[in-house]
């Protein structure tokens, strides 16, 4: 039972490159979300999906996209990186039912852009 | 918008102290309140979760829940080395899957 998976661990990208973060889980979760993570920012949330084949944008959605690719899968779409989302993101996921709502995150990926 | 209010710290206590950490909220609907812990480098990993007003122990922590005042917090008995990390409280609504995180209270250990 591996949890939350995300590849890569680190990636470095040029200004206007494109990459798509991978995460997956393996625990049934019907909940999965995106947050980026900066110095004195906190987790703030990008986008999220409350079951598979709905996505929702949350608080800093822009310049990016996601795909719920089945209820494991949910990733992370960079199409023209720029330098403010030099970050680490994490991927997380949830039951989402009942009272269930803790969230279990993976290991994240470190992305600079220059 | 919701807000959820941490001291950044960091907050140095001696070993086997108790380390106090406290959170507050702005949203009086929120139902659903966690506590991560996440090393440096790492990523956030989840200690406690509370629902209701009162206090929720599981082995050296408790958690404490006061709606009436928008206030959660986590107290460490017997603090270890170990427990120094950034410390993230989480607040989320009932019935909902998001929930906003604070920045974090750097907790420091002194052996």
């Not at chain 2, 607040?91 to 052996?111: C, N, S």
């Amino acid at each position: 039972n591996a949890g939350v998976t995300q590849t890569p661990k680190f990636q470095v990208l040029k200004t206007g490159q494109s990459m798509t973060l991978q995460c997956a889980q393996d625990m049934n979760h019907n909940s999965m979300y995106w947050y980026r993570q900066d110095p004195g920012m906190g987790l703030r949330l990008i986008y999220y999906s409350a079951s598979e084949g709905t996505t929702d944008k949350g608080e800093v959605p822009n310049g990016y996209n996601v795909s719920r690719l089945n209820k494991r899968e949910f990733s992370l779409r960079l199409e023209s990186a720029a330098p403010s989302q030099t970050s680490v993101y994490f991927c997380a996921s949830s039951e989402g039912t009942g009272d269930m709502y803790e969230q279990y995150f993976g290991p994240g990926t470190r992305l600079t852009v220059t | 918008q919701k807000e959820v209010e941490q001291n950044s710290g960091p907050l140095s206590v001696p070993e086997g102290a108790i380390a106090s950490l406290n959170c507050t909220y702005s949203d009086r609907g929120s139902q659903s309140f966690f506590w991560y812990r996440q090393y440096s480098g790492k990523s956030p990993e989840l200690i406690m979760s509370i629902y209701s007003n009162g206090d929720k122990e599981d082995g050296r922590f408790t958690a404490q829940l006061n709606k009436a005042s928008q206030y959660v917090s986590l107290l460490i008995r017997d603090s270890q080395p170990s427990d120094s990390a950034t410390y993230l409280c989480a607040v989320g609504g009932g019935g909902y899957q998001k929930v906003t995180f604070g920045t974090g209270t750097k907790l420091q250990v002194i052996p």
